[in-house]
Every structure is written in structure tokens, then in C-alpha cells.
């Protein structure tokens, strides 16, 4: 059996990066993914709700058997969403995680994802040397930088500079312009002392390294079918297919990894995703890329005599100090003069506009510590979701629900979820998946930072509306459904010590140097800002990183 | 079987809420993966078949639409085909669900032959009106008309979703500009909005 150099678990944003870096080096790469491939060029864009039996929507029964994600018809790829009844997972009764959104097919969440790009600040590396809570990251802002210069100039990014240290600036695309409502908003913000800014995303508003401009169809939900932002299969995938390093099997579901007599780490074993047939595959380095929560599954899943508690496990602490980003209140409302303008096109840039973290700054809040940004979203969308706000029937109910359309704004605040040994994922003792693999068990709990984050958040909303003028439809004071944001971080967290981590700072295994996992499972803390740009980052590093070890001889 | 024995047997499984496409006896109902409106090899005229409801009941859920949203300068629910969206998706319903809803469509006739002596759908639209007005009241009288306020709601709500994902709600009735292919994004072209910028 072949032993490549590198074999990488995953084709989301961290393997992708990983498989582009390490085969520009010159390394021979396995590249597995659990999912089929996908075709691009079959991505349901430009399509109408009408075209499709169920709008879209799915059936009821597709709905109760895969979850509403994975029943969509405008996305109708196997895996696009991962089919609930494929790739179960439990929870206590008591402590729900929507673990829904997520995917398992080539390019992962990178198919769909929401492509917001920031920074995390200087200070979200050192959250716990500031205000005394958890762990420090085990490297600095200024040990990511140039991985986040090469990142953003990579895959482009559009954007504004701001000059705010908690968004740190960095090379952008000219960014999307503004829609009516973001001008008024931005202006309500100003009266805040808030900066509201362009909400920067990998989406490409000029040509960029071969690929084209966004053409603003609205639809990055269901796939980019020209690659105008970020994905795997549109970006890293053909470099890396390119250098002539890279073999890329799909439809490989691995299940654990595999040791030698001495127990050393040779590789992973999979199954063939439709035969179910098993089979290793061996490499120098295993690289897991899996997402946060399936690389845990498959070192909780990779127990042994030399790694009884999971593989790379000796601190104890793998599968604890699980996030979720959360959403902290909401607010719908309509802005009074735009009612009954001219319906333009609002939603085809796919992209809102940000107000960055402003808490706990310079000051610190009484109440919570670390903070939360603010999203502005708005605008005639397909679909007037506002409807089922107005009350009444017939003529008058018709005319309303058309006069707001174009008016209409929701403003929501994204907050910090602070890590907990508590929250964390184990095997699960009796529920397997469709290949028989035990799936895994999540215990996930808010803590009473993310509840005061939401008094805080929640007046704030309210105040932006009333700034800007806003008639208030709806007023949500909750915090989302724990998993529901889909940014899993921490399971394999990095630091310094090995008795309270399991990876150091370049994402490689204390335990065993021939592990890396490269997702965000290594984040010891969350910052409020979204993740993707940070891990893109994490993982060229990690990878130069490992090419440099390789170099040094410390994997022959 | 003629076309009158297949009409009541759909109706007497309709109740149940199991139509069956095998009873149905022009090839228009297709099957639910390639839509409802599949042209017969033969070119006979397209004739739309419930799944779900019996003939009644579709009538009186297209008079509900229609009153819930009707037509105005732009064409209604009942334009809109808005009754066979909703059959179609009750059709794929849990049975819970499905005689939850047909339980509100009895509801609403019995309160219409009680108030006016006639099922619903043979009352005046001011009569219809009235029923769905006391319905649509946040406040009210607590027990039996709890059932028809919850299918109120209900049939509110689909409504409007298979109204405003059609193409007379897209295009005709909200004039949606989006989902086209642009060469720039212009965003917001009214200078009267500007007042953030330049500071």
C-alpha cells in the first residue's frame, strides 16, 4: 500500500487550504472527503421558487427525514447538507444543539457558506491575560498576520478599511455598495458613536486570479456555479490538483485512525461511502481537517491500548471547551421612508453591513466579558418574510405586506461564547451512523456571560432602530438554538501545556507528532468575529509548518 | 371506472387524506418529483387533480385564499393556484397534521351553517368575512373557536407562502428585481440617503 507524505481527512476550508499548500511544496498528498463530489457547473443558481414542486422548501417528508437543510430542492446534491437520517447525533433532553447545518460532501460548508471574512484582533488572541478568563491562544496576532495577508490576497475579499483594532484591517476588494437601508442605518449608527461598515466577504467584486466578479444573483446559498466566492472546489482544489501531488478520493467515510504493533500513528481507516466496504489508507503525517466536531469523533472513535482515552489524549481534555458562535436578540422593523419606493434590487449582493464589537474595549463592562458585533441585513428579498409579521387578511393585509417590502431591516447581534469544560462532545454509548460508526453524544449549556450579553446586546438593537427612526414589527430578547450558528470551535484545543491541550501552536498533537488537526477544534478561545478567515489562516501556517518539519527530516 | 366513480372515490380518500394518483383518471397528476403539471403524451388539456383535499374542500380552501389575499391591481391566491400548492404539501404531511387541518376546514363550515345555515363556501363573501374576522383576532372567546383561530393562522400562512414564492406573487404582485445577472452592483442611487457619507 502506497504511504504518501501527507494524508489530509476533510476538503473544507482547513483540508483545501492544507492540500494547496503542502502539494505547492512538493509533498505527496492524500486528500479524503466523506462526501461525493460535487459538479459546479449543476448548481441550481438563477432558479425561481416556482420551478420547483415545494418552492424550494422540500417535502414535509423529506423535511422529517433529513431535516429541513438536507430537503431543500434548490440544493439537491447528496450531502450538501448532512441527511439527518445518514449522520444522526444525540443530545441530552434537556440541552438541544442544532447540529443541522453542516455538510458532507466535497468542499463542505464551503459550498454554502456565509463567506464573512474578519480578522480576529490582537487582543481575541489573549482574551484570558486581559480579563483573567480561560486560556490564551499560544500565538499572537502579530505570528498570524502575514497568513492572514496571504489569505485575503488568495481567495479576495471585498471590504472597507476602518482603522478599528477589533476588525484589523486588511488588502480589500473595492467593497459592494450600499442599499438605501444601510445608508440610513449607518447614519442611525453614527448618532450611536457606532462605525457601521461594509460586512466583508470572500466574494469577488473585480476579477481575481482567473476567476470572475461576482454577477450578484443572490444565490451563494445554493452554490457559486462560476466561483466568484471562496470554495474549495473553485480555489484550492485546482491549485492543488494542479502540482500533480494531490490524489483526491471521495465518498471516503473514515472511521478511526490506525496504529502500527508500536503504536504508532500509520494512517486512517474508511469506508467506501456507498459499497460500505473498509480499507486504510497510509501516510507519514495524518492531517485531520474533518470540521471541529468530526475530527473529535474520529480521535474519541480511535481508542486503543496506547491511546485509551482517544487518540493524542493523555490531558484529558479532548472533546471539552466546545463554542458555538450564538445570536443574541433580534430586531425587525421598517424604515418609514423607504415604504413604497421603488422595489430595487436588494439581495443580489448576498452581503449586509457590520457594526464591530464595541464592548469591552477600552472599558470594561460590569456585567460580561468580550463582546458581540451587530449584523444589518435588509432590503425587498425573494421572499417578504416580513408577511408573517403583519396581522389581518385580504386587501388591506396584501397592501401592507407590499409597502414594507422594500422598507423592511433586521438587525441582530452575533455575541463571544465563553469556553466551559462542561460543553463538550463524547461517543455516544448505543447510536451509530449508516456505516456503523458510533456518532457523537453533545452536552452544550449557555452560561450566564452569553445571558448578559443579550441584556446588553438586546438594548443596543432597540436603540439602533429607534436611531434610525424604525417602526419595530418584531422584538426577539432570546439567544439562538446552541449549534444553530454552525461555527463549532474547540474539542482539540492548542496550548503551551500539554497536560491541559492537546495541540501546540502550530496545530500539531502534543501526544503524536504526526498528527495535526488543522479545523477550528484548536481555537482555546472564540472572539465574536465569524471563523473561516482565521482557520484559512491557521491552516497555511500549520502547513508551512509541517512542510519545514518534513524538511528537517522528522518524519522519515 | 368513469370519470363520476373516480370523482367520488377521490373524494372519500381525500377525507382520509390519501388520494391516490392510481384512481385518478387523466394523466395529468404527475408525481410529486417533476411537478404537477405534466403535459400527457396524448395532448390532452391539462386538468389539475387534488391529491388531498376532496373537490369540497378545495373549493372552500381556494375561497379562504382568495379572501386571505385577494385580487386587487395584481391577480389573488385563487389566480395564483395557491390551493394546489397547499394540496400538494398537505398531501406530504404527517397524519397529525393532515386532520389537524381538515378538522379546521369541518370547523369553518359547521361555525358558517351554524351563523348562516350553509357551508362556507356557499355563503356571501360578507358572511365569508365575518367568520374570518372573528378569527383573525388576537383576543377572543377561549375554547372551542381556539380551532378555528389556530387554523386560521395555519392556512394564513400558507397562503401566503405559496402566494408570494409563485410567479404572479414574485413578479406581478412585490416586482422583485433580484435574482439577474449584473455586471456591477449599484446599490442605493438616491441621494437623499446618503446622510452617512462623507464624515
Known amino acids: ?556 | 371506472m368513469n370519470r363520476r366513480d373516480v370523482f367520488k372515490a377521490t373524494i372519500a380518500l381525500g377525507r382520509a387524506g390519501l388520494v391516490q394518483e392510481a384512481l385518478v383518471a387523466e394523466p395529468a397528476a404527475a408525481d410529486v418529483h417533476s411537478g404537477p403539471h405534466q403535459k400527457s403524451s396524448s395532448s390532452k388539456t391539462l386538468r389539475w387533480r387534488p391529491r388531498f383535499f376532496s373537490e369540497t374542500q378545495n373549493e372552500t380552501v381556494t375561497t379562504i385564499a382568495e379572501l386571505i389575499i385577494p385580487e386587487t391591481e395584481t391577480p389573488g391566491a385563487r389566480a395564483a393556484k395557491v390551493n394546489e400548492h397547499m394540496d400538494l404539501v398537505l398531501s406530504q404531511e404527517s397524519p397529525k397534521i393532515q386532520q389537524r387541518f381538515l378538522r379546521g376546514l369541518d370547523w369553518i363550515d359547521r361555525k358558517s351553517r351554524q351563523l348562516f345555515g350553509a357551508d362556507f363556501r356557499q355563503t356571501s363573501p360578507a358572511q365569508q368575512t365575518s367568520i374570518l374576522t372573528a378569527l383573525a383576532t388576537t383576543s377572543g372567546v377561549p375554547g372551542e373557536d381556539q380551532v378555528g383561530r389556530q387554523f386560521f393562522e395555519d392556512i394564513k400562512r400558507r397562503t401566503t407562502f405559496a402566494y408570494y414564492t409563485s410567479e404572479i406573487g414574485i413578479h406581478q404582485e412585490l416586482k422583485y428585481q433580484g435574482n439577474a445577472v449584473l455586471s456591477e452592483w449599484p446599490g442605493c442611487p438616491h441621494p437623499e440617503h446618503h446622510g452617512d457619507v462623507g464624515e
Not at chain 1, 157 to 172: A, H
Not at chain 1, 185 to 212: E, F, N, S, Y
Request: glycine residues 10%.
Open chain 1, 1 to 556: 500500500m502506497k504511504i504518501y507524505d501527507v494524508l489530509i481527512v476533510g476538503t473544507g476550508a482547513s483540508g483545501g487550504m492544507a492540500a494547496k499548500v503542502l502539494t505547492e511544496q512538493g509533498l505527496e498528498v492524500l486528500l479524503l472527503e466523506a462526501g461525493p463530489k460535487v459538479d459546479t457547473a449543476k448548481f441550481l443558481t438563477h432558479s425561481w421558487p416556482y420551478e420547483f414542486p415545494f418552492r424550494g422548501v422540500g417535502s414535509p417528508k423529506d423535511i422529517k427525514k433529513n431535516g429541513s437543510w438536507a430537503a431543500a430542492e434548490r440544493s439537491p446534491f447528496v450531502g450538501y447538507y448532512a441527511e439527518k437520517s445518514q449522520h444522526p447525533y444525540t443530545t441530552p433532553a434537556d440541552k438541544p444543539f442544532d447540529w443541522s447545518l453542516r455538510s458532507r460532501i466535497l468542499g463542505g460548508r464551503t459550498l454554502h457558506w456565509g463567506r464573512q471574512s474578519f480578522r480576529l484582533a490582537e487582543f481575541d488572541f489573549k482574551g484570558a491575560s486581559r480579563d483573567g478568563y480561560g486560556e490564551d491562544w499560544p500565538l499572537t496576532y502579530a505570528d498570524l498576520a502575514s497568513y492572514y495577508d496571504k489569505v485575503e490576497a488568495y481567495i479576495g475579499v471585498q471590504g472597507m478599511k476602518e482603522g478599528l483594532p477589533q476588525i484589523p484591517d486588511g488588502d480589500f476588494l473595492p467593497p459592494f455598495a450600499f442599499n438605501c437601508f444601510e445608508h440610513l442605518m449607518r447614519k442611525a449608527a453614527r448618532k450611536m458613536q457606532l462605525r457601521m461598515t461594509a460586512l466583508r466577504t470572500a466574494q469577488l467584486t473585480r476579477p481575481h486570479r482567473g476567476r470572475p466578479a461576482c454577477h450578484c444573483c443572490g444565490s451563494c446559498g445554493v452554490g457559486c456555479d462560476v466561483g466568484a466566492f471562496f470554495s474549495t472546489p473553485a480555489v484550492t482544489l485546482p491549485d492543488a490538483l494542479a502540482t500533480g501531488k494531490l490524489t483526491l478520493r471521495t465518498d471516503a467515510v473514515v472511521r478511526h485512525a490506525v496504529m502500527d504493533k508500536e503504536g504508532h500513528l500509520k494512517g486512517v481507516g474508511f469506508y467506501d461511502r456507498q459499497t460500505k466496504a473498509y480499507q486504510e489508507a497510509h501516510a507519514k503525517v495524518v492531517v485531520l481537517a474533518a470540521s471541529t466536531l468530526e475530527s473529535t469523533r474520529i480521535m474519541l472513535n480511535s481508542r486503543s491500548r496506547f491511546h485509551p482515552n482517544g487518540l493524542a489524549n493523555s490531558s484529558g481534555v479532548l472533546g471539552h471547551y466546545l463554542t458555538d458562535h450564538f445570536t443574541a436578540g433580534s430586531v425587525v422593523g421598517v424604515l418609514p421612508e423607504l415604504r413604497s419606493t421603488e422595489v430595487l434590487n436588494d439581495d443580489g449582493k448576498s452581503s449586509g453591513s457590520y457594526i464591530p464589537r464595541f464592548r469591552n474595549l477600552e472599558t470594561r463592562h460590569p456585567k460580561f466579558i468580550r463582546g458581540y458585533a451587530i449584523m444589518v441585513k435588509g432590503g425587498s428579498r425573494i421572499y417578504p418574510g416580513h408577511a408573517d409579521l403583519v396581522g389581518g387578511f385580504g386587501a388591506e393585509y396584501k397592501r401592507r405586506i407590499k409597502r414594507d417590502h422594500p422598507a423592511v431591516v433586521t438587525v441582530y447581534a452575533r455575541g463571544e461564547p465563553l469556553q466551559t469544560f462542561k460543553n463538550c462532545v463524547e461517543i455516544d454509548p448505543v447510536v451509530v451512523d449508516a456505516w456503523g460508526i458510533p456518532v457523537l453524544k453533545i452536552h452544550y449549556e449557555r452560561t450566564d456571560n452569553d445571558r448578559h450579553m443579550l441584556d446588553d446586546a438586546f438594548d443596543n438593537l432597540q436603540e439602533l432602530m429607534q436611531s434610525a427612526g424604525a417602526e419595530v414589527m418584531h422584538a426577539d430578547k432570546s439567544l439562538s438554538v446552541p449549534g444553530e450558528i454552525s461555527h463549532e470551535m474547540g474539542t482539540t484545543r492548542m496550548g503551551k501545556d500539554p497536560k491541559t491541550s492537546v495541540l501546540n501552536k502550530f496545530s500539531q498533537a502534543h501526544d503524536v507528532r504526526n498528527l495535526f488537526v488543522i479545523d477550528a477544534g484548536c481555537w482555546p478561545s472564540s472572539a465574536c468575529q465569524n471563523p473561516t478567515e482565521t482557520i484559512l489562516a491557521m491552516a497555511w501556517r500549520a502547513s508551512d509548518y509541517l512542510t519545514e518539519e518534513f524538511r528537517l527530516g522528522k518524519f522519515s
